[in-house]
């Protein structure tokens, strides 16, 4: 029931991403081949090996990042605030661990702040990769660790105290990683 669950969230994320993309285009109508001279990257995930537009990644990047957001508020209302959707507690954990598998390549090189920007990511994350995955591996290990909490039916508590640590590792990256904007 779970996998399947995981399964429609993720069929559900890939609908949305896909209406998104074609919103991106028309806010940032570039191609994906970049001939000017801005600078370009390959993203690893990209068979064709064509380029990809920073403006365009880095666009698609703040939007993942709201849609995690998103998960993680409901987690917060549901949790410590007893919103009445209990009963979709796993969905927002399941949403979150599916998107949690793919940020690593949602920060390909070259995609840093600069300075003139002001905000974003920190080019810290492209020279500590280690650390940077540490950080993605200890955000799903609590995900999955909540999510082991709320199928156990545990005590109250015990969720909110396990909703703190993934609370925790998305601190412990933004304070590393990220410059908020102004």
């Known amino acids: 029931m779970t996998q399947l669950i995981r399964f429609i969230c993720t069929l559900v994320i890939a609908v949305l991403l896909v209406i998104l993309g074609g919103f991106l285009m028309k806010v940032y109508p570039h191609s994906f081949t970049d001939t000017t001279n801005n600078p370009a990257i390959n993203l690893s995930s990209n068979t064709s090996?064509?380029?990809v537009d920073r403006?365009?990644?880095i666009a698609y990047r703040r939007q993942y990042m709201k849609a995690l957001s998103a998960h993680y508020r409901s987690l917060e209302a549901i949790l410590e605030k007893n919103a009445p959707f209990a009963n979709q507690t796993l969905t927002h954990i399941n949403s979150l661990?599916?998107?949690a598998e793919y940020m690593p390549e949602v920060f390909p090189p070259g995609t840093a702040m600069t300075h003139a920007e002001g905000w974003g990511a920190?080019?810290?994350i492209w020279s500590e990769?280690?650390?940077f995955s540490r950080l993605i591996a200890n955000f799903q290990t609590s995900l999955e660790t909540l999510t082991t909490v709320v199928n156990n039916q545990q005590n109250p508590i015990n969720a909110i105290e396990s909703f703190t640590q993934v609370r925790q590792t998305c601190l412990d990256c933004h304070s590393t990683y990220r410059v908020r904007q102004p």
């Open 49 to 51: 090996g064509s380029a």
């Open 55 to 57: 403006d365009l990644a």
């Open 97 to 99: 661990l599916s998107l």
């Open 122 to 124: 920190k080019p810290l």
């Open 129 to 131: 990769p280690d650390n």
